[in-house]
Nanobody, 123 residues
Framework: VQLQASGGGLVEAGGWLRLSCTAFGLTFKDYQMGWFRQAPGKEREFVASISWKVSMTAYADSVKGRFIISRNNGANTVYLQMSGLIPDDTAVYYC?????????????????WGQGTQVTVSS
């Protein structure tokens, strides 16, 4: 199983980025997908997740109203549209895959992880 994340970069505060994560080697529809992030010196934290069956979503309070998670099951890809970026959003962003039907922010429920993509927001 491999998760390939991309789309990170350097952006000014108030800008936007779209992250993508494509899964290989698993039956995508059997997994709910999530995004987490890890800033220097901090633990990895939940950002957003999405189920497959009914496209239920969950978000961390810090990103609600600014980030949107979506998925294209035909392309085995999950997206994170990030707008209104602030310097506190600076982190390495990881996508993860978890078995189950409901979105979850519990990191231990994720079985597979991508390599991470760096997002840097300048003030």
């Amino acid at each position: 199983v491999q998760l390939q994340a991309s789309g990170g970069g350097l952006v000014e505060a108030g800008g936007w980025l779209r992250l993508s994560c494509t899964a290989f080697g698993l039956t995508f529809k059997d997994y709910q997908m999530g995004w987490f992030r890890q800033a220097p010196g901090k633990e990895r934290e939940f950002v957003a997740s999405i189920s497959w069956k009914v496209s239920m979503t969950a978000y961390a309070d810090s990103v609600k109203g600014r980030f949107i998670i979506s998925r294209n099951n035909g392309a085995n890809t999950v997206y994170l549209q990030m707008s209104g970026l602030i310097p506190d959003d600076t982190a390495v962003y990881y996508c993860g895959a978890s078995r189950g039907t409901l979105p979850t922010g519990t990191i231990t429920e994720y079985m597979y992880w991508g390599q991470g993509t760096q997002v840097t927001v300048s003030s």
